[in-house]
Protein backbone atom coordinates (compact mmCIF):
# COMPACT_ATOMS: atom_id res chain seq x y z
CA UNK A 1 0.00 0.00 0.00
CA UNK A 2 1.51 3.42 -0.83
CA UNK A 3 2.42 5.64 1.86
CA UNK A 4 0.12 8.63 1.50
CA UNK A 5 0.02 10.65 4.87
CA UNK A 6 -3.98 11.31 5.83
CA UNK A 7 -2.25 14.06 8.21
CA UNK A 8 -0.88 16.51 7.78
CA UNK A 9 2.55 15.79 7.53
CA UNK A 10 4.63 17.52 9.96
CA UNK A 11 6.89 14.71 10.92
CA UNK A 12 10.46 15.35 12.55
CA UNK A 13 12.58 12.89 13.36
CA UNK A 14 12.01 12.34 17.04
CA UNK A 15 14.53 12.49 20.04
CA UNK A 16 15.63 9.58 21.90
CA UNK A 17 13.27 10.06 24.61
CA UNK A 18 9.52 9.67 22.36
CA UNK A 19 5.63 9.27 22.75
CA UNK A 20 5.14 5.74 21.22
CA UNK A 21 1.60 4.25 21.14
CA UNK A 22 1.07 0.41 21.43
CA UNK A 23 -1.93 -1.23 20.15
CA UNK A 24 -3.28 -4.78 20.19
CA UNK A 25 -6.73 -6.31 20.18
CA UNK A 26 -7.77 -9.55 21.93
CA UNK A 27 -7.55 -11.47 25.22
CA UNK A 28 -5.00 -11.07 28.34
CA UNK A 29 -2.72 -13.18 26.34
CA UNK A 30 -2.83 -10.18 23.64
CA UNK A 31 -2.53 -7.15 26.23
CA UNK A 32 0.34 -8.85 28.38
CA UNK A 33 2.82 -8.29 25.76
CA UNK A 34 2.58 -4.87 25.42
CA UNK A 35 2.45 -3.84 28.85
CA UNK A 36 5.74 -5.47 29.55
CA UNK A 37 6.41 -3.90 26.25
CA UNK A 38 5.04 -0.73 27.25
CA UNK A 39 7.04 -1.04 31.28
CA UNK A 40 10.41 -1.73 29.15
CA UNK A 41 9.83 1.24 27.02
CA UNK A 42 8.48 3.44 29.98
CA UNK A 43 11.55 2.44 32.14
CA UNK A 44 14.08 3.90 28.66
CA UNK A 45 12.37 7.17 29.43
CA UNK A 46 9.50 7.30 26.75
CA UNK A 47 6.38 7.75 26.77
CA UNK A 48 3.87 4.80 25.78
CA UNK A 49 0.10 4.60 25.71
CA UNK A 50 -1.26 1.33 25.27
CA UNK A 51 -4.50 1.69 22.76
CA UNK A 52 -7.10 -1.18 22.98
CA UNK A 53 -10.52 -1.95 24.51
CA UNK A 54 -11.43 0.13 27.11
CA UNK A 55 -11.99 -3.05 29.30
CA UNK A 56 -8.33 -3.11 30.60
CA UNK A 57 -8.10 0.90 31.41
CA UNK A 58 -7.91 0.00 35.05
CA UNK A 59 -5.23 -2.62 34.64
CA UNK A 60 -3.05 -0.44 32.11
CA UNK A 61 -3.49 3.10 33.80
CA UNK A 62 -2.65 0.92 37.00
CA UNK A 63 1.17 0.25 35.93
CA UNK A 64 2.02 4.05 35.05
CA UNK A 65 1.52 3.89 31.15
CA UNK A 66 -1.04 6.03 29.69
CA UNK A 67 -4.59 4.82 28.15
CA UNK A 68 -6.24 5.46 24.58
CA UNK A 69 -9.75 3.43 24.37
CA UNK A 70 -9.96 1.81 21.17
CA UNK A 71 -13.30 0.34 19.68
CA UNK A 72 -15.03 -2.20 20.06
CA UNK A 73 -15.24 -2.96 23.39
CA UNK A 74 -15.02 -6.47 24.56
CA UNK A 75 -18.05 -5.61 27.03
CA UNK A 76 -20.01 -4.97 23.85
CA UNK A 77 -20.04 -8.59 21.90
CA UNK A 78 -22.25 -10.27 24.63
CA UNK A 79 -22.00 -13.12 27.10
CA UNK A 80 -18.59 -14.49 27.14
CA UNK A 81 -19.25 -17.92 27.04
CA UNK A 82 -21.33 -17.39 23.41
CA UNK A 83 -18.66 -15.83 21.97
CA UNK A 84 -15.92 -17.79 23.39
CA UNK A 85 -17.68 -20.99 22.40
CA UNK A 86 -17.90 -19.31 18.70
CA UNK A 87 -14.61 -17.86 18.42
CA UNK A 88 -13.08 -21.60 19.31
CA UNK A 89 -14.77 -23.56 17.08
CA UNK A 90 -12.10 -24.73 14.38
CA UNK A 91 -14.00 -24.59 11.68
CA UNK A 92 -15.47 -21.01 11.75
CA UNK A 93 -13.59 -19.38 14.46
CA UNK A 94 -11.24 -17.18 12.52
CA UNK A 95 -14.22 -16.48 10.20
CA UNK A 96 -16.71 -15.63 12.96
CA UNK A 97 -13.53 -13.30 14.77
CA UNK A 98 -12.57 -11.22 12.21
CA UNK A 99 -16.19 -10.87 10.31
CA UNK A 100 -18.29 -10.20 13.22
CA UNK A 101 -16.21 -9.27 15.91
CA UNK A 102 -13.56 -7.22 14.50
CA UNK A 103 -14.23 -5.97 10.93
CA UNK A 104 -17.84 -4.27 12.26
CA UNK A 105 -15.86 -1.26 14.13
CA UNK A 106 -12.99 -0.97 11.85
CA UNK A 107 -14.37 2.74 11.53
CA UNK A 108 -14.55 3.74 14.89
CA UNK A 109 -11.15 1.62 15.52
CA UNK A 110 -9.56 3.27 12.79
CA UNK A 111 -10.88 6.71 14.36
CA UNK A 112 -10.23 5.81 17.95
CA UNK A 113 -6.39 5.11 16.87
CA UNK A 114 -6.25 7.79 15.01
CA UNK A 115 -6.64 10.11 17.81
CA UNK A 116 -4.65 8.13 19.60
CA UNK A 117 -1.45 8.46 17.46
CA UNK A 118 -1.88 12.56 16.52
CA UNK A 119 1.25 12.96 18.59
CA UNK A 120 3.17 9.99 18.66
CA UNK A 121 6.50 9.33 17.18
CA UNK A 122 6.34 5.80 16.77
CA UNK A 123 3.44 3.35 16.11
CA UNK A 124 3.36 -0.73 17.41
CA UNK A 125 0.70 -2.51 16.13
CA UNK A 126 -0.57 -6.54 16.95
CA UNK A 127 -1.87 -9.09 14.05
CA UNK A 128 -5.16 -8.16 14.75
CA UNK A 129 -5.12 -4.43 14.52
CA UNK A 130 -6.85 -4.24 11.17
CA UNK A 131 -7.06 0.02 11.87
CA UNK A 132 -3.62 -0.11 13.05
CA UNK A 133 -2.09 -1.44 9.87
CA UNK A 134 -4.15 1.15 7.85
CA UNK A 135 -2.64 4.07 9.95
CA UNK A 136 0.60 2.22 9.84
CA UNK A 137 0.89 2.55 5.86
CA UNK A 138 -0.70 5.60 5.29
CA UNK A 139 0.71 7.80 8.56
CA UNK A 140 4.31 10.14 8.41
CA UNK A 141 5.80 8.19 11.39
CA UNK A 142 6.99 5.16 11.83
CA UNK A 143 5.54 1.78 11.81
CA UNK A 144 6.37 -1.48 13.48
CA UNK A 145 4.16 -4.58 13.43
CA UNK A 146 4.62 -7.62 16.08
CA UNK A 147 3.69 -10.84 15.97
CA UNK A 148 2.89 -12.60 19.16
CA UNK A 149 3.16 -16.56 17.51
CA UNK A 150 4.60 -18.76 14.90
CA UNK A 151 1.78 -19.59 12.81
CA UNK A 152 0.90 -15.98 12.04
CA UNK A 153 4.01 -16.03 9.37
CA UNK A 154 2.24 -19.49 7.50
CA UNK A 155 5.60 -20.32 6.61
CA UNK A 156 5.51 -22.85 3.98
CA UNK A 157 9.32 -24.21 5.34
CA UNK A 158 7.60 -24.70 9.16
CA UNK A 159 4.21 -25.13 8.37
CA UNK A 160 1.43 -24.81 11.10
CA UNK A 161 -1.46 -27.14 11.58
CA UNK A 162 -4.15 -25.66 10.34
CA UNK A 163 -7.46 -26.14 13.08
CA UNK A 164 -9.81 -26.62 9.95
CA UNK A 165 -8.17 -29.07 8.28
CA UNK A 166 -6.04 -31.10 10.83
CA UNK A 167 -5.16 -33.79 8.51
CA UNK A 168 -2.42 -31.81 7.03
CA UNK A 169 0.16 -32.20 9.76
CA UNK A 170 0.39 -35.91 8.43
CA UNK A 171 1.80 -33.94 5.22
CA UNK A 172 4.18 -32.30 7.36
CA UNK A 173 7.64 -32.98 5.41
CA UNK A 174 6.49 -32.54 2.20
CA UNK A 175 8.12 -29.99 0.20
CA UNK A 176 7.76 -25.88 1.32
CA UNK A 177 5.82 -25.42 -2.46
CA UNK A 178 2.86 -27.80 -1.56
CA UNK A 179 2.57 -25.62 1.47
CA UNK A 180 2.64 -22.47 -0.53
CA UNK A 181 -0.26 -23.89 -2.38
CA UNK A 182 -2.35 -24.56 0.28
CA UNK A 183 -1.55 -21.35 2.15
CA UNK A 184 -2.24 -19.19 -1.45
CA UNK A 185 -5.48 -21.18 -1.36
CA UNK A 186 -6.46 -20.54 1.91
CA UNK A 187 -5.96 -16.34 1.19
CA UNK A 188 -7.67 -16.62 -1.70
CA UNK A 189 -11.03 -18.33 -0.31
CA UNK A 190 -10.57 -15.59 2.78
CA UNK A 191 -10.02 -12.84 0.40
CA UNK A 192 -13.95 -11.71 0.67
CA UNK A 193 -13.51 -11.69 4.74
CA UNK A 194 -11.33 -8.10 4.03
CA UNK A 195 -13.89 -6.66 1.68
CA UNK A 196 -14.93 -4.41 4.35
CA UNK A 197 -11.31 -2.95 4.43
CA UNK A 198 -11.26 -2.13 1.18
CA UNK A 199 -14.88 -0.70 0.89
CA UNK A 200 -13.86 1.44 3.89
CA UNK A 201 -10.61 2.61 2.49
CA UNK A 202 -12.48 3.79 -0.63
CA UNK A 203 -15.10 5.75 1.27
CA UNK A 204 -12.20 7.45 3.31
CA UNK A 205 -10.08 8.11 0.18
CA UNK A 206 -7.13 6.00 1.44
CA UNK A 207 -5.28 3.95 -1.28
CA UNK A 208 -6.74 0.56 -2.08
CA UNK A 209 -4.21 -1.71 0.26
CA UNK A 210 -2.43 -3.94 -2.29
CA UNK A 211 -1.55 -6.98 -0.47
CA UNK A 212 -4.28 -8.46 1.46
CA UNK A 213 -5.01 -6.47 4.62
CA UNK A 214 -5.51 -10.23 7.00
CA UNK A 215 -2.45 -11.73 5.80
CA UNK A 216 0.44 -10.20 4.50
CA UNK A 217 -0.99 -6.26 4.56
CA UNK A 218 -0.68 -6.75 8.28
CA UNK A 219 3.63 -6.96 8.32
CA UNK A 220 5.18 -2.90 8.31
CA UNK A 221 7.89 -2.94 5.56
CA UNK A 222 10.28 -0.88 8.25
CA UNK A 223 9.92 -3.86 11.14
CA UNK A 224 8.11 -6.65 12.34
CA UNK A 225 9.59 -8.10 15.81
CA UNK A 226 8.16 -11.75 16.59
CA UNK A 227 7.92 -11.55 20.08
CA UNK A 228 8.35 -14.82 21.47
CA UNK A 229 11.31 -17.14 21.46
CA UNK A 230 13.48 -18.39 18.87
CA UNK A 231 13.24 -21.49 21.12
CA UNK A 232 9.85 -21.69 19.90
CA UNK A 233 10.42 -21.53 16.15
CA UNK A 234 13.53 -19.77 14.10
CA UNK A 235 13.47 -17.59 11.40
CA UNK A 236 12.30 -19.19 8.48
CA UNK A 237 13.21 -17.87 4.56
CA UNK A 238 9.84 -16.69 3.49
CA UNK A 239 8.93 -14.51 6.81
CA UNK A 240 8.64 -11.22 6.42
CA UNK A 241 11.81 -9.06 5.43
CA UNK A 242 13.34 -7.43 8.02
CA UNK A 243 11.83 -9.17 10.97
CA UNK A 244 13.86 -9.98 14.39
CA UNK A 245 12.70 -12.25 17.13
CA UNK A 246 12.84 -10.76 20.50
CA UNK A 247 12.18 -13.66 22.89
CA UNK A 248 8.74 -13.96 25.06
CA UNK A 249 8.13 -9.94 26.78
CA UNK A 250 6.25 -11.80 29.86
CA UNK A 251 4.06 -10.11 32.10
CA UNK A 252 0.99 -12.10 33.93
CA UNK A 253 0.53 -9.55 37.18
CA UNK A 254 -3.61 -8.95 38.48
CA UNK A 255 -5.19 -8.26 41.74
CA UNK A 256 -5.33 -11.39 43.44
CA UNK A 257 -6.46 -11.16 46.73
CA UNK A 258 -3.91 -11.69 49.91
CA UNK A 259 -6.28 -14.57 51.01
CA UNK A 260 -6.23 -16.52 47.67
CA UNK A 261 -2.14 -16.34 47.73
CA UNK A 262 -2.31 -17.57 51.32
CA UNK A 263 -4.30 -19.90 50.52
CA UNK A 264 -2.58 -21.29 47.79
CA UNK A 265 0.70 -21.37 49.70
CA UNK A 266 -0.59 -23.29 52.08
CA UNK A 267 -1.70 -25.61 49.90
CA UNK A 268 0.95 -26.06 47.73
CA UNK A 269 3.63 -26.48 50.98
CA UNK A 270 1.62 -29.32 52.56
CA UNK A 271 2.81 -31.61 50.10
CA UNK A 272 4.36 -33.00 47.22
CA UNK A 273 4.05 -30.54 44.06
CA UNK A 274 0.84 -30.64 42.25
CA UNK A 275 -0.82 -30.70 38.35
CA UNK A 276 -1.77 -27.09 37.62
CA UNK A 277 -5.06 -27.27 35.44
CA UNK A 278 -5.35 -23.67 33.72
CA UNK A 279 -7.31 -22.77 30.42
CA UNK A 280 -5.72 -19.06 30.24
CA UNK A 281 -8.20 -16.08 29.92
CA UNK A 282 -10.27 -17.13 27.70
CA UNK A 283 -11.13 -20.16 26.95
CA UNK A 284 -12.46 -20.76 30.52
CA UNK A 285 -15.49 -19.46 28.97
CA UNK A 286 -15.76 -22.30 26.93
CA UNK A 287 -14.14 -25.05 29.63
CA UNK A 288 -16.95 -27.49 29.09
CA UNK A 289 -16.33 -29.83 31.79
CA UNK A 290 -12.08 -29.44 31.64
CA UNK A 291 -12.33 -28.78 35.56
CA UNK A 292 -14.81 -31.58 36.07
CA UNK A 293 -12.34 -34.28 34.37
CA UNK A 294 -9.34 -32.49 35.89
CA UNK A 295 -10.81 -33.45 39.51
CA UNK A 296 -11.07 -37.40 38.02
CA UNK A 297 -7.99 -37.12 36.03
CA UNK A 298 -5.74 -36.30 39.59
CA UNK A 299 -7.80 -38.90 41.73
CA UNK A 300 -7.31 -41.69 39.13
CA UNK A 301 -2.98 -40.61 39.42
CA UNK A 302 -3.30 -40.15 43.14
CA UNK A 303 -1.72 -36.50 42.54
CA UNK A 304 -2.79 -33.16 44.52
CA UNK A 305 -4.01 -30.63 41.88
CA UNK A 306 -4.43 -27.10 41.63
CA UNK A 307 -7.38 -25.86 39.18
CA UNK A 308 -7.33 -21.93 38.39
CA UNK A 309 -10.80 -21.85 37.07
CA UNK A 310 -11.75 -18.16 36.25
CA UNK A 311 -14.17 -16.05 37.21
CA UNK A 312 -16.76 -18.22 35.13
CA UNK A 313 -19.10 -19.68 37.74
CA UNK A 314 -19.97 -22.84 35.12
CA UNK A 315 -15.73 -23.93 35.68
CA UNK A 316 -16.87 -23.92 39.95
CA UNK A 317 -19.67 -26.47 39.60
CA UNK A 318 -17.67 -29.25 40.68
CA UNK A 319 -18.16 -32.34 42.23
CA UNK A 320 -17.41 -32.62 46.38
CA UNK A 321 -13.51 -31.70 46.27
CA UNK A 322 -10.91 -33.95 48.59
CA UNK A 323 -8.20 -31.77 50.16
CA UNK A 324 -6.09 -32.92 47.78
CA UNK A 325 -7.73 -30.55 45.37
CA UNK A 326 -7.27 -27.10 45.22
CA UNK A 327 -9.70 -23.93 43.21
CA UNK A 328 -8.67 -20.47 42.77
CA UNK A 329 -9.89 -18.11 40.44
CA UNK A 330 -6.98 -16.85 39.27
CA UNK A 331 -3.03 -16.78 40.10
CA UNK A 332 -0.49 -15.04 37.84
CA UNK A 333 1.29 -18.41 36.31
CA UNK A 334 4.78 -16.93 37.08
CA UNK A 335 3.84 -17.76 41.07
CA UNK A 336 2.49 -21.01 40.39
CA UNK A 337 3.72 -22.84 37.29
CA UNK A 338 7.72 -23.21 38.51
CA UNK A 339 5.84 -25.06 42.04
CA UNK A 340 4.26 -27.43 39.52
CA UNK A 341 5.11 -31.00 39.01
CA UNK A 342 3.17 -30.52 35.65
CA UNK A 343 1.02 -28.10 33.66
CA UNK A 344 -1.98 -28.53 31.87
CA UNK A 345 -3.12 -25.51 29.50
CA UNK A 346 -4.73 -24.98 26.29
CA UNK A 347 -1.71 -23.47 24.44
CA UNK A 348 -2.32 -19.80 24.05
CA UNK A 349 1.48 -18.25 23.43
CA UNK A 350 0.81 -16.30 26.91
CA UNK A 351 0.80 -19.73 29.10
CA UNK A 352 2.98 -21.58 26.79
CA UNK A 353 5.65 -18.62 27.56
CA UNK A 354 4.96 -18.90 31.21
CA UNK A 355 5.04 -22.39 30.84
CA UNK A 356 8.24 -23.26 29.04
CA UNK A 357 10.05 -20.52 31.76
CA UNK A 358 8.70 -22.48 34.65
CA UNK A 359 10.35 -25.87 33.46
CA UNK A 360 7.98 -27.70 34.03
CA UNK A 361 6.48 -30.85 31.65
CA UNK A 362 3.45 -29.73 30.21
CA UNK A 363 0.20 -31.31 28.63
CA UNK A 364 -0.80 -29.15 26.14
CA UNK A 365 -4.94 -28.71 25.39
CA UNK A 366 -5.35 -26.71 22.27
CA UNK A 367 -9.01 -25.12 21.27
CA UNK A 368 -8.18 -23.18 17.88
CA UNK A 369 -6.32 -20.38 16.25
CA UNK A 370 -2.17 -20.34 17.46
CA UNK A 371 -2.83 -22.83 19.85
CA UNK A 372 -2.73 -26.60 17.81
CA UNK A 373 1.01 -24.88 16.28
CA UNK A 374 1.99 -23.70 19.79
CA UNK A 375 1.25 -27.25 21.16
CA UNK A 376 3.06 -29.40 18.40
CA UNK A 377 5.98 -27.25 18.95
CA UNK A 378 6.19 -28.43 22.52
CA UNK A 379 6.46 -31.82 21.60
CA UNK A 380 9.19 -31.08 18.94
CA UNK A 381 10.94 -29.67 21.81
CA UNK A 382 10.36 -32.70 24.27
CA UNK A 383 8.61 -31.01 26.71
CA UNK A 384 5.63 -32.00 26.71
CA UNK A 385 2.48 -33.87 25.05
CA UNK A 386 -0.31 -32.68 23.27
CA UNK A 387 -3.99 -33.80 23.41
CA UNK A 388 -6.61 -32.16 20.90
CA UNK A 389 -9.84 -30.41 22.98
CA UNK A 390 -12.05 -33.05 20.81
CA UNK A 391 -10.10 -35.99 21.82
CA UNK A 392 -9.26 -34.87 25.83
CA UNK A 393 -10.84 -37.18 28.25
CA UNK A 394 -10.15 -38.26 31.37
CA UNK A 395 -8.57 -41.67 30.63
CA UNK A 396 -6.19 -40.25 27.58
CA UNK A 397 -4.52 -37.12 29.86
CA UNK A 398 -4.21 -39.78 32.78
CA UNK A 399 -2.08 -41.80 30.12
CA UNK A 400 0.05 -38.61 29.12
CA UNK A 401 0.53 -37.08 32.26
CA UNK A 402 1.49 -40.69 33.78
CA UNK A 403 4.20 -40.90 31.06
CA UNK A 404 4.70 -36.59 31.42
CA UNK A 405 5.35 -37.13 35.75
CA UNK A 406 7.52 -41.07 35.16
CA UNK A 407 9.75 -40.44 32.31
CA UNK A 408 12.36 -38.45 33.91
CA UNK A 409 13.18 -37.04 29.80
CA UNK A 410 10.53 -34.54 30.02
CA UNK A 411 11.68 -32.49 33.41
CA UNK A 412 14.91 -32.50 32.45
CA UNK A 413 14.07 -31.26 28.72
CA UNK A 414 11.96 -28.71 30.08
CA UNK A 415 14.32 -28.10 32.65
CA UNK A 416 17.42 -26.73 29.87
CA UNK A 417 14.81 -24.78 28.26
CA UNK A 418 13.90 -22.69 30.85
CA UNK A 419 17.73 -22.42 31.60
CA UNK A 420 18.56 -21.38 28.19
CA UNK A 421 15.10 -18.96 28.40
CA UNK A 422 16.65 -17.41 31.54
CA UNK A 423 19.41 -15.81 28.53
CA UNK A 424 16.89 -13.75 26.54
CA UNK A 425 15.18 -10.91 27.06
CA UNK A 426 12.54 -10.24 25.45
CA UNK A 427 11.25 -6.84 26.46
CA UNK A 428 15.00 -5.80 26.26
CA UNK A 429 15.11 -6.96 22.63
CA UNK A 430 12.13 -5.65 21.59
CA UNK A 431 12.68 -2.27 22.72
CA UNK A 432 16.39 -1.74 21.49
CA UNK A 433 15.01 -2.76 18.05
CA UNK A 434 12.16 0.04 18.34
CA UNK A 435 14.97 2.57 19.14
CA UNK A 436 16.81 1.83 16.66
CA UNK A 437 13.55 2.79 14.53
CA UNK A 438 13.37 5.71 16.27
CA UNK A 439 17.10 6.67 15.71
Known amino acids: MPGVPIIPSTYALPSRMARIVLTTVGSYGDLHPYIALGLGLLSRGHTVAIATSESYQAKVVAEGLQFSPVRPNLDDFGPFAEVARRVYDPAKGAQYMVRELLLPSLANSFDDLHAAVRDADLLVTHTLSYAGHLLGHNLPIPWVSTVLSPMVFMSGYDPPPLPAAPWLQSLYRLNPSFYRLVFSGLKAWARGWSAPVRRF ?20 PRMTLAMFSPLLAYAQPDWPSNTHLTGFPLYDMDEVQVQTISALDAFIDGGEPPIVFTLGSSAIYDAGDFYRQAVHIAHRLGRRAVLLTGKFEENQRLPLLAPTIHVADYVPHSYVFPRAAAVVHQGGIGTLGQAMHAGRPMLVVPFSHDQPDN ?57 DRLESVLG
Request: aromatic fraction near 6%; charged fraction near 35%; glycine fraction near 8%.
Open 201 to 220: CKERGLPEPTQDPLFEGQFS
Open 375 to 431: AQRVERMGIGKRIPRAKFSVSSAEAALRELLEDGRYAVNATEIARRLREEDGVAAAC
